[in-house]
């Protein structure tokens, strides 16, 4: 079905005349790696033996996994382009939905400046339409390139590192256990509840997975109760100085909890090392998260005007883009909002098409009086208020992580009936931003 799906896609998907897009076969593995290579050439081993480790790889994968194809952008039957096509499941809204994300984009060296890059996000895009995935993602190497085509940001991700003694204390924590390979399944379980629980995050798909069982570096924890894993934590030590091995850092490279009390106890394990490491780093999406601490001051000591203390520093990651509005909305028909009877035109610029185009939802209060849904509106010419902006801004807003009255003050969005903002800020509300830790 997926071959299917992009034969018809290759037929017409908006590229470049006498470009055509397709799978890439195992026959063409020295030209993937090739192209690869040089377009990700950094930490990479390029000697004969570390080459042909590659293509084994990837061979492997090309064989083997079901959610990740490779893609190949052809000219004159020379392939100018690749990239990869991740098949995810994410917690869109309290529900598991389809997405796409797409991974390893490269431009023969030779090709650059050539619209290649583009036409492969075309392609990109329409495989997430053809699919009906709610969403496309991407981790973006230039964070302007893809803001021209329509990607709205998702949420920052937020990096601490704090001395390991202003960490919140937790007495107990008889229910941590170190974790070897023999609990990777374990493991993966506990993340796939783990993104069932939270907006945004999207279950572990093969690389990471592979990744996961091949690291033989970091160590494991885990929080068990009842006879089952409700979380667990991927760290290693790093110096902190050439002089003194007694100065060290714990770096958090993931950490996963099912309940409150699993990321206290976590914490507290972090804490009662500090004899071994001065200090921790670890990265969230969750935006409140300086609130738990003790001290929310970093190790910087930076000081910024006008009074405040630096406790972190925060980064773009996921970029989201909504190909198909009526399909987003259909799809999470299910999404509780405050009750409220409403009708909202979107008049947007399209990034991409450079077109302008119009997207109606309704809001209506449900039959019990307590909560709203939303559905697409029919054509309608008389909406209660109309919203100015871009189809970027559109993406982030329906996927929450945006407010609508910040993008209102900023002026990236201009409301018709500016007395409908308290009320449409409070509809496009998301408690919880989405987030994700995904490397892809």
């Known amino acids: 079905m997926k071959k299917n799906i992009i034969e018809k896609i290759s037929r017409n998907f908006g590229g470049r005349s006498g470009r055509e897009a397709k799978i890439i076969p195992p026959e063409l593995i020295d030209e993937y790696v090739n192209i690869y290579l040089n377009a990700y050439p950094a930490g990479k081993d390029l000697s004969d033996e570390g080459i042909a480790g590659y293509k084994s790889k990837y061979l492997n994968s090309m064989s083997s996994d079901e959610n990740i194809t490779f893609i190949g952008l052809f000219e004159n039957n020379q392939m100018i382009a690749l990239m990869k096509l991740i098949d995810f499941s994410m917690n869109a809204f309290g529900r598991m939905q389809s997405a796409v994300g797409l991974m390893s984009l490269a431009v023969h060296p030779m090709h650059k400046k050539k619209g290649a890059g583009l036409d492969m996000v075309r392609f990109f895009e329409k495989y997430t339409k053809e699919t009906g995935a709610a969403v496309a993602m991407l981790l973006p190497f230039r964070i302007d390139f893809y803001r021209k085509m329509g990607y709205g940001y998702g949420t920052k991700l937020d990096e601490y590192r704090i001395p390991s003694i202003n960490l919140p204390e937790c007495r107990d924590i008889s229910n941590i256990k170190f974790l070897g390979t023999e609990d990777t399944r374990s493991m993966l379980e506990c993340q796939k509840s783990f993104a069932e629980a939270n907006h945004g995050m999207v279950v572990k798909f093969e690389d990471e997975v592979r990744a996961m069982i091949s690291d033989s570096q970091s160590k494991r924890i885990g929080y068990v109760e009842d006879g089952k894993l409700k979380g667990y934590a991927v760290y290693e030590f790093a110096s902190d100085s050439d002089v003194n091995y007694t100065l060290n850092r714990i770096e958090v490279n993931e950490l996963v909890y099912l309940e409150p009390k699993v990321l206290r106890a976590f914490l507290g394990f972090f804490r009662n090392q500090s004899d071994l490491a001065q ?119 329906l996927m929450g992580s945006c407010h609508l009255s910040s993008l209102a003050r900023l002026g990236a969005i201009k409301l018709s009936d500016p007395s409908c903002e308290s009320l449409l800020d409070a509809l496009f509300y998301c408690r919880q931003k989405p987030w994700t830790n995904t490397d892809y």
């Open 279 to 397: 200090t921790v780093v670890l990265r969230t999406g969750e935006e409140d998260f300086y609130h738990i601490l003790p001290s929310a001051q970093d190790i910087s000591g930076n000081y910024i005007d006008f009074g405040f203390l630096q406790t972190n520093v925060s980064a773009i990651g996921t970029m989201y883009k909504i190909v198909d509005l009526v399909n987003f909305v259909n799809m999470t028909a299910y999404r509780e909002f405050i009750p409220a009877d409403i009708s909202v035109c979107f008049d947007y610029y399209d990034e991409m098409s450079h077109n302008n185009s119009s997207f109606g939802i309704t809001f209506s209060t449900d039959e019990t009086g307590k909560k709203g849904r939303w559905q697409v509106s029919e054509d309608k010419a008389d909406y209660d208020v109309h919203i100015e902006c871009n189809l970027a801004d559109i993406s982030s807003l």
